[in-house]
C-alpha cells in the first residue's frame, strides 16, 4: 500500500465528537479499543483509505486522514462502534485542510481538552500515531505533520505556563478524595487498569494522599504487579475482583474496556463505596451505578473542578497560540514545496540531460561534480522563487535558461 504519494491538503479531513457537545455515555457509544482500531483500519484499506489515524480518549474520538469526503471517515468509524453514523453526524464537528491541521495542534497543545492545558493529550496522540503507522496507515505528509504538531506542544509546554501547576483528569479525581473523604490515607483503595492514566492516578493517589493502601487489577497481572513493586503497593489478580471490591472503600476504574468491569453482583449489599470510573465507555455497569451504597463519579464531573491553576493556565493561551501559528507557518511551507517536488525533480533531470548533452559539453568546460553543484544552486533558487511567487512552469523555463547561461559564461 503506497502512502507517501502526495495527496492535497483540501482532502485531509478530521472528523469528530468531543465533551463539548456529547457526555460520557454518547461518546463511549464512539470510543474505539485495539481490536476495534485493528479492524477499522483493515476495513480502510479495502475501501482504498491509506492513510488516517484514530484518537480515541476520555474527552474525544476523533479520525484523521486523506477521504474524497468527510463521509468516508464517519461511516468507518461507525463501522466498529456501537453508535450509528446518523448519531454520529448530527453530533460531529467537521474540518479539512487547513482549520482540520490547526485542530490537531490545538488538540496537542492542551487548548481543546477538558481540563485546559492536560498534558496527558501527548502520549495519547503519540500511541495512537504510532498504532496507525506499525500498520502502515501513516505516509511523509501525516508523518511530517504530527512531527510538528508533536514539536508544537512541547515548545508550548516549555515555554508558556498553560500546563502549569498540577491539573488533569487523574489529578482531580485524587483532589475529589481529598475534598470528599475524611482520613482518605486510612481507606482501602482498589485502582483497576494501570494504562497510562491508571499509572498517573495511582502516583497521584500516592504523593498527595500519602498512603500506598492501594491494591492494584489489571487484565495483564505482571503489569499490576510490576506498578505495586515500584510503588510499595499490592496487587491482585482478576479472579479476585469481588473479593477485593468487597473490602475496599473507595475504587478507581481506568480500563477503558467494552464492557462493564464492575457490575451490579460486586456491589450488591455491600458496604458504601465511592467509585470514580475514569474510563470511556463507562466501565461501571447502569444498574450498578444505581445502588444506594454506591456514590459514583465520572469523567465529566470531575473536569468541573476549578481552581486558582486554571486561570492562571487561560492567561497563557495567547501565547500558545502563537506558537502554535509559527510551527503551523512552517508546516505550510513544506507542505507548499512539496506540491511542487514534482516541477523541481523535472528541472533538475533536464539540467543533468542538458549538461550530458554532446553539443552542450562542446561549448562549456567543468567537470560533472561542478555541474552537480551549479545545478543545485540554480534548483534552490527555483524553489525560493516558487515559495514567493507561487509561480510553476515560467519557474522551470527560467530555470534552465539560468542553467545554460550559467555554464555557458563559465566556458
Known amino acids: 500500500m503506497d502512502t507517501n504519494h502526495y495527496k492535497h491538503l483540501n482532502q485531509f479531513f478530521i472528523v469528530g465528537i468531543n465533551y463539548k457537545k456529547t457526555d460520557a455515555s454518547i461518546r463511549g457509544q464512539f470510543a474505539i479499543n485495539n ?44 463501522s466498529q462502534t456501537i453508535g450509528s453514523a446518523e448519531t454520529f453526524s448530527q453530533l460531529a464537528y467537521v474540518k479539512n485542510g487547513c482549520a482540520a491541521i490547526e485542530h490537531l495542534y490545538s488538540v496537542a497543545a492542551g487548548l481543546d481538552s477538558q481540563i485546559l492545558g492536560d498534558y496527558e493529550i501527548v502520549g ?26 508533536l514539536q508544537s506542544s512541547k515548545l508550548v509546554k516549555n515555554n508558556t505556563e ?68 515500584e510503588l510499595g503497593l499490592k496487587s491482585a489478580p482478576i479472579a479476585d475482583l469481588k473479593a477485593e471490591i468487597e473490602q475496599s472503600d473507595i475504587i478507581l476504574v481506568a480500563t477503558n474496556a467494552a464492557e462493564p468491569t464492575i457490575l451490579k453482583e460486586h456491589l450488591e449489599g455491600g458496604s458504601n463505596k465511592l467509585i470514580i470510573d475514569l474510563s470511556i465507555p463507562y466501565n461501571v455497569a447502569d444498574d450498578a451505578q444505581a445502588l444506594p451504597n454506591v456514590h459514583l463519579v465520572n469523567v465529566d464531573e470531575l473536569s468541573k473542578l476549578k481552581d486558582e491553576t486554571l486561570k492562571k493556565r487561560e492567561a497563557e493561551v495567547p501565547k500558545a497560540k502563537a506558537i502554535i501559528a509559527e ?28 549538461h550530458n548533452n554532446p553539443e552542450y559539453l562542446s561549448c562549456v568546460h567543468g567537470c560533472s561534480k561542478e555541474a552537480e553543484a551549479r545545478i543545485q544552486r540554480v534548483i534552490n533558487d527555483m524553489a525560493s522563487k516558487i515559495r514567493v511567487k507561487n509561480g510553476g512552469a515560467c519557474h522551470y523555463f527560467e530555470a534552465i535558461n539560468k542553467f545554460m547561461t550559467s555554464g555557458a559564461a563559465q566556458s
Open 162 to 229: 498553560l500546563s502549569g501547576g498540577t491539573v488533569s483528569v487523574s489529578f482531580a479525581a485524587v483532589q475529589y478524595i481529598r475534598n470528599l473523604v475524611a482520613n482518605p490515607s486510612e481507606k482501602n483503595i482498589l485502582l483497576l487498569g494501570v494504562g497510562k492514566i491508571g499509572r498517573n492516578t495511582c502516583k497521584n493517589l500516592v504523593d498527595y494522599i500519602g498512603t500506598t493502601n492501594i491494591t492494584l487489577i489489571n487484565r495483564s497481572p505482571e503489569k499490576a504487579a510490576e506498578l505495586a513493586a
Open 327 to 354: 510551527c503551523m507557518t512552517e508546516f505550510e511551507d513544506w507542505q507548499q514545496m512539496r506540491r511542487h517536488a514534482p516541477l523541481l525533480k523535472a528541472a533538475k533531470l533536464k539540467m543533468k540531460e542538458l
Open 35 to 78: 481490536d476495534q482500531y485493528e479492524a477499522l483500519l483493515a476495513t480502510a484499506k479495502s475501501n482504498g483509505l491509506g492513510e488516517l489515524f484514530v484518537l480515541s480518549t476520555c474527552n474525544r474520538t476523533e479520525v484523521y486522514g486523506f477521504a474524497h469526503h468527510a463521509g468516508q471517515l464517519i461511516q468507518l468509524l461507525c
Open 124 to 149: 495519547q496522540i503519540k500511541i495512537a500515531s504510532k498504532f496507525a503507522k506499525d500498520r502502515g496507515f501513516v505516509g511523509a505528509f501525516t508523518e511530517r505533520l504530527l512531527n510538528s504538531v
